[in-house]
């Protein structure tokens, strides 16, 4: 794999495009997704990283949609619950990997806390979700992704190699068990598999490829960055 500037560059597009998706689908948002510069730049980074299939399943999905057509959609699948009090999706990662252990969900959260703190990240005031949000976590790769980019680019090679261990332990402690259980459970929901019974609009396709794109992107990092280490073992991160 190459450890370029270049090649985390796009990796840190491709997070955070599939992590804007998951936000709250107001105008700024839409604006954002639409914007062709950013398309282009996503578009050119899915083909640099073989991972063209699913940026245009989403792009062609993001063909067209606005506010008016994405928001009852994302109402639907995250934002509303059931008459039972059940959400068609949940976007947090505990639900995914810890269940009903609930020291073991604040155990997690407070991880990825620690480590937004530790990179000088911030949660916006008008990001009311949890820290193990989906797009906060995705979020989070795409910041270490684009750190790392600068510090090869700079040649501070210790920084990018933290960073490197950091990436590892965010995609072997939280995203791997995570994002892929996500993806399965929006694509069953889209397709009227899943357990709730409420329609479903088409433009719930954004979601299906935004979270196919994102579980293919972890799925490729997975196999190329190093293992999570301590600091001071003397192991080398050339992933």
């Known amino acids: 794999m190459k ?6 560059t796009r ?4 997070y955070g495009f599939a992590a804007a998706v998951f936000q709250y689908p107001d105008e700024a948002v839409i604006a954002d997704l639409q914007d062709q510069e950013v398309q282009d730049a996503v578009r050119q980074a899915g083909a640099a990283l073989d991972l063209e299939a699913e940026v245009d399943a989403l792009l062609d999905a993001l063909d067209g949609v606005d506010r008016d057509s994405l928001e009852p959609a994302y109402n639907r699948l995250f934002g509303l619950p059931s ?10 990662e505990a639900h995914y990997t810890t269940g ?21 990240l911030e949660i916006s005031d008008e990001f009311d979700e949890r820290h193990d949000h989906v797009t906060v976590e995705l979020e989070l790769l795409q910041v270490l992704a684009a750190q790392r980019a600068v510090a090869l680019d700079s040649g501070d090679d210790e920084t990018a190699v933290r960073l490197a261990r950091a990436g590892a332990t965010v995609l072997d402690e939280h995203l791997t068990d995570f ?3 996500f993806a399965h459970r929006v694509q069953r ?3 009227g598999d899943g357990s709730s019974d409420r329609e479903v609009p088409e433009v719930s396709a954004v979601y299906a490829a935004a979270a196919d794109l994102a579980a293919a992107l ?3 990092d997975e196999a190329s960055h190093p293992d999570p280490v301590s ?9």
Do not use: K
């Open 3 to 8: 450890n370029t500037p270049q090649h985390h």
């Open 179 to 181: 994002v892929p259980a």
């Open 231 to 239: 600091p001071g073992t003397g192991v080398r991160a050339d992933g």
């Open 218 to 220: 972890v799925e490729f």
């Open 11 to 14: 990796r840190a597009a491709l």
């Open 83 to 92: 008459d039972e009090g059940t959400y068609p999706v949940i976007p947090y």
């Open 100 to 120: 009903e252990e609930v020291n073991e969900s604040q155990r997690r959260i407070a991880t990825v806390v620690g480590l937004l703190e530790e990179f000088g």
């Open 189 to 191: 929901t889209v397709d």
